[in-house]
Nanobody, 127 residues
Framework: QVQLVESGGGSVQAGGSLTLSCATS??????????IGWFRQAPGKEREGVAA????????YYADSVRGRFTISQDKAKNRVYLLMSALKPEDTAIYYC??????????????????WGQGTQVTVSS
């Protein structure tokens, strides 16, 4: 059974940093399409893709709104994926989710192309 558990959320002032962690279990990274993504959902808004990393090729993708401020990384030995968030803004406030998927042809930013989800962790950025 695949499980994903996020941690590391919290409250921070604008300009600060947080690192989110996604611990995975039961998920195998043996497909060229295997990817872990981070999504977020702010109050009253739809869930949006933030970043993703492809396990075998190492490709990384970012939403325009976070590129240059967020960094996604993976530690396969620890079965963890991290999201380092710096220069945080109030508009980054949201519940952050990690997700896993391996669908052929799937787009990293589409939540429907992921099969497994964590429960989410709250990030609050105050001005």
């Amino acid at each position: 059974q695949v499980q994903l558990v996020e941690s590391g959320g919290g409250s921070v002032q604008a300009g600060g940093s947080l690192t989110l962690s996604c611990a995975t279990s039961g998920y195998t990274y043996d497909s060229v399409n295997s990817r872990i993504g981070w999504f977020r959902q702010a109050p009253g808004k739809e869930r949006e893709g933030v970043a993703a990393t492809y396990s075998l090729g190492g490709s990384k993708y970012y939403a325009d709104s976070v590129r240059g401020r967020f960094t996604i990384s993976q530690d396969k030995a620890k079965n963890r994926v991290y999201l380092l968030m710096s220069a945080l803004k109030p508009e980054d406030t949201a519940i952050y989710y990690c997700a896993a998927g391996d669908r052929y042809g799937g787009a990293w930013y589409l939540q429907n192309d992921y099969d497994y989800w964590g429960q989410g962790t709250q990030v609050t950025v105050s001005s």
